[in-house]
C-alpha cells in the first residue's frame, strides 16, 4: 500500500528541484528523500524525474502526477494545521446576557482592557435566562429570577425607580403639590409636561403610574426614542420627563444636567443579579465581570450572598 508522506515527498522534490532541497524543506535527511522517491516510483512503474547532476527534471507522467496529487496534498495539510492541537493557550470567549444600557454605561468602557472575548446580547430576561440555562449564554445581568435548578443568582446592587426631568425644567409647582399630598394635582401637572418614552419597553413608567396614583397611564410620551440612554441625552440641560432607573443617570444628577424629581409614595426598587450556572468553565472570567459591574454600580447591603433557583 502506497505511503501518504512518498507523496509528499515527492511534490517536496518537484518544487525545490533537488534531493537536498526537499530534505530541508521537509526536515529529513536526503536519504530519506531517495528512498521515498524510489520507492514511490517502484510503486507506480515508472520515473517520476530524470537526475541530472544540477536537477531533478520531472518526467511528463512526473508532470501529470505532480498537477493530479496537488489539491488533496494541500488539504491534507489545512487539514492537519486545523485540527492540530495549538501549543498556545485558546482565548476564552464569554457570552454575556444583559439590557442595552446595563451594557453601554457599566460594561463598555472595560471591554477593551479585558483579557478574553465577550460576545454581548440584549433581549427580554425570561429569555435571556433561558438561553443561560440552555448553554447559550454564560452570565445575566438581571433583575429577574427564574425558577431553574441549574441556575444560581447572587445580588449584587439595587436600582430605584424615579421620576427625573431635564434641568431646565421648572418643578416649584409640583414639589408644592408633592408637600401638600395633593396627589391628584400632582397626576394632572404631570399630564401635561413633555414625556419621553422607550419604543422597547415603557414597564418602568406604567409601573411607577399604578404604583403612585392607582390609575393605569392614560397618556402616551411626546417623544419614543430608542433606548433609556437615549431619553437622558435628549433631556439633560433640556425639557422633558421620563421614569427611569436611577443609575442609567447617576452622572448627568451629579453635574446638575438631570435632576430626581420624585421618588413616588411607594418607592420601586429592583434587585439586580448575576445570574450563572452553577457549573461552568468560566468561573475565573465571570469574576471579572461581576468586579467590574460591583464597582460600577451602588453596593447593596449584605451583598454575596447567593440565591439557589
Known amino acids: 500500500m502506497v505511503n501518504l508522506e512518498w507523496y509528499r515527498t515527492f511534490r517536496a522534490i518537484y518544487e525545490t528541484g533537488t534531493l537536498t532541497g526537499a530534505a530541508e524543506t521537509l526536515f529529513v535527511s ?3 528523500v531517495s528512498l521515498h522517491l524510489s520507492s514511490l516510483e517502484s510503486y507506480v ?3 517520476l524525474f530524470d537526475r541530472t547532476s544540477r536537477k531533478m527534471v520531472p518526467t511528463e507522467r512526473g ?3 505532480y498537477n493530479f496529487v496537488l489539491e488533496a496534498l494541500i488539504k491534507l495539510e489545512e487539514a492537519e494545521k486545523h485540527f492540530h492541537r495549538s501549543t498556545e493557550k485558546e482565548k476564552p470567549t464569554l457570552s454575556l446576557g444583559m439590557c442595552f444600557e446595563t451594557f453601554q454605561l457599566m460594561l463598555e468602557p472595560y471591554l477593551s482592557g479585558l483579557s478574553f472575548n465577550v460576545i454581548v446580547k440584549f433581549g427580554d430576561y425570561p429569555q435571556m435566562l433561558n438561553d443561560l440555562d440552555n448553554g447559550i449564554l454564560d452570565l445575566v445581568i438581571t433583575p ?3 425558577n431553574m435548578k441549574n441556575i444560581a443568582y447572587k445580588a449584587f446592587s ?4 424615579v421620576l427625573v426631568s431635564g ?3 421648572d418643578t416649584t409647582d409640583f414639589e408644592l403639590m408633592n408637600k401638600n399630598g395633593n396627589l391628584k394635582g400632582m397626576q394632572e401637572w404631570l399630564k401635561h409636561q413633555i414625556w419621553y418614552g422607550t419604543s422597547g419597553d415603557m414597564e418602568h413608567l406604567m409601573r411607577f403610574w399604578h404604583n403612585n396614583f392607582n390609575k393605569r397611564l392614560d397618556f402616551k410620551p411626546n417623544y419614543i426614542v430608542p433606548n433609556m440612554s437615549s431619553i437622558v441625552r435628549c433631556i439633560k440641560g433640556m425639557r422633558g420627563f421620563a421614569v427611569l432607573p436611577d443609575f442609567l443617570c447617576k452622572n448627568e444628577v451629579l453635574d446638575g444636567s438631570v435632576k430626581i424629581v420624585w421618588e413616588g409614595t ?6 439586580l443579579h448575576f445570574a450563572m450556572r452553577k457549573k461552568t468553565i468560566y468561573a475565573e472570567e465571570i469574576k471579572v465581570i461581576q468586579q467590574i459591574f460591583e464597582k460600577e454600580m451602588s453596593p447593596l447591603e449584605n451583598a454575596g450572598h447567593e440565591l439557589i433557583a
Do not use: A, D, L, R
Open 266 to 271: 411607594k418607592t420601586m426598587e429592583n434587585t
Open 30 to 32: 536526503q536519504p530519506g
Open 63 to 65: 508532470k501529470v502526477m
Open 45 to 47: 512503474g515508472y520515473k
Open 167 to 169: 434641568s431646565e425644567n
Open 144 to 146: 429577574h429570577m427564574e
Open 158 to 161: 439595587k436600582e430605584k425607580i
